[in-house]
């Protein structure tokens, strides 16, 4: 079967793998669509291949695709199932791994990360334990579950732990896939959205998305700008989708007194004044990494009921053979999703 291996100092190409069968409780996916993440830079521009005990493991931790095969012990699962594959796996006996959070499970040696200690989803096929199997509803094609598996429904989650409502102007900052899909599913939620980002292309998209105002964090005073919008009060909420110092300053900043802000983008470091940024404001702080099983699910059939026009966002399609270009051109900072695709 055919698959992607990340070489090191970004390089990507496709290796023939051994075939694959599903063991016990675990089920074989034939791949339809795969989506590739920025979270995946540090391996794919890593000094080496991306290796787990020694062995090459595929990356791809957005897979959506089709049952075809059952291993033993398999229950509520069958040939045929459409399904979007969440990509953590843990004990499956504590008490996050019960409610679906198996990313959060305390037993480090039962911990496992489908694209990174376990083989992903940018192979012909897969395997993953059946409890990770989130039903993809006929509403929506492959390509958005792909979406759904890690970008959209980790947007999703923030906006439920913000509580966001049609009561509230949001500031989006960032509009990559992540920032993107809080921008949709905002404006869906009721919301009117701020976008913000350099990128012209990304803010181009933002307004398409549904945003009620868009700002180029390179033309001045960003909080500034959100009070004038606001009548001088500032985002009732504010989510943070980049993953830098500067940004998560200035969302803080742009946040009206009671209000709450969302840190989502991943890495960096960050230095806040306790007082002024938050004691006296009466902030919120949150924070959000990904979802649940449960979440995932629940993203799904919103963008199924609501018609939330996810697919609009993706902007690059190509073949597994391509895949190493694509990843060259997503890694450059082109706009939008890019996802691999199967038939």
């Not at 009117?192 to 001045?220: C, H, K, Q, Y």
Request: with cysteine; net charge negative.
């Amino acid at each position: 079967m055919r698959g992607v291996v990340f070489r090191g100092n970004s390089v990507a190409e496709v290796i023939d793998y051994p075939d694959i069968a599903p063991g016990p409780e675990q089920v074989l996916i034939k791949l339809r669509s795969s989506g590739l993440c920025g979270s995946d830079f540090g391996r794919y521009r890593g000094e080496g291949p991306n290796e787990h005990s020694g062995e090459l493991r595929r990356p791809g931790h957005e897979p959506c695709g089709e049952i075809v095969g059952l291993g033993t012990g398999v229950v509520g699962r069958k040939i045929g199932d459409r399904v979007i594959q969440h990509h953590y796996e843990g004990c499956r006996e504590c008490d996050y791994c019960l409610t679906g959070w198996q990313q959060l499970c305390q037993v480090a040696e039962k911990k496992e990360y489908y694209g990174g200690s376990m083989h992903g989803g940018h192979g012909d096929y897969m395997v993953a334990h059946q409890s990770t199997c989130v039903p993809l509803p006929d509403d929506l094609d492959f390509e958005v579950g792909a979406y759904l598996a890690c970008g959209a429904s980790t947007a999703f989650q923030a906006l439920k732990k913000l509580d966001i409502s049609g009561r509230d102007t949001l500031a989006v900052f960032g509009q990559g896939p992540v920032g993107l899909a809080a921008t949709m599913f905002g404006t869906e939620m009721g919301a009117r959205i701020i976008a913000v980002d350099i990128s012209p292309e990304r803010l181009e998209m933002a307004a398409n998305s549904g945003a009620w105002a868009t700002i180029d964090a390179s033309n001045g005073d960003v909080p500034e700008q959100i009070r004038e919008l606001t009548h001088g009060t500032g985002a009732d909420a504010t989510l943070e989708a980049a993953g830098l110092a500067a940004t998560r300053v200035v969302a803080v900043e742009s946040t009206r007194i009671f209000g709450r802000s969302c840190l989502v983008g991943e890495g960096g470091e960050v230095t806040y004044q306790p007082t002024p940024h938050i004691i006296h404001r009466h902030l919120t702080l949150l924070g959000s990494w990904t979802f649940s099983t449960f979440g995932l699910a629940e993203a799904a059939r919103f963008a199924a009921q609501r018609k939330v026009p996810l697919a609009s966002v993706i902007t690059s399609r190509s073949t597994i053979e391509e895949a190493p270009l694509a990843y060259e051109n997503f890694s450059s900072g082109a706009p939008g999703k890019f996802v691999i695709n199967w038939d």
